[in-house]
């Protein structure tokens, strides 16, 4: 399968890599949109969120992005956590990831 986010995981394709465990790795948007934007991903390739399933671990996947905001220093001032999905959600690359973004105050609603 030609996927880009599993490249970055099997580090076929470089990347920067804040945080990585046996179920999911982190690494830093391309196109950051504050001043902490990193995206988490399960090393296992699932579509997107809505493509999830019994094997698929949402928990691991979570928590992962929950220690990359303290890592990042975000504990405190706080952090946003967003997942894309599909057309509508602005989902850009199949392969599931969550967005950790903070270093800034965020709006809502989102556009
Ligand atoms: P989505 O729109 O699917 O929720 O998010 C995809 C994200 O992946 C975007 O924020 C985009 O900037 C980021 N992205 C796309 N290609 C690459 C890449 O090759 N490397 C990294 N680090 N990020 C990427
Ligand atoms: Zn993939």
Known sequence: ???LFCKIASKEIPS????????????????P????HVLVIPKKHV???SKTGEGDNLQALMA????VAKLEGLEHTGFRLVINDG???????FHLHVHVL?????TWPPG
């Open 87 to 93: 057309q509508h959600g602005g989902q850009t690359v």
């Open 33 to 36: 949109q504050a001043p902490t």
């Open 16 to 31: 920067d890599i804040v945080y990585e465990n046996d179920e999911a790795i982190a690494f830093r948007d391309l196109n």
């Open 1 to 3: 399968m030609d996927c």
């Open 64 to 67: 992962a992005a929950v220690e």
């Open 47 to 49: 579509d997107s969120i």
């Open 102 to 106: 903070g270093g800034r105050v965020m």
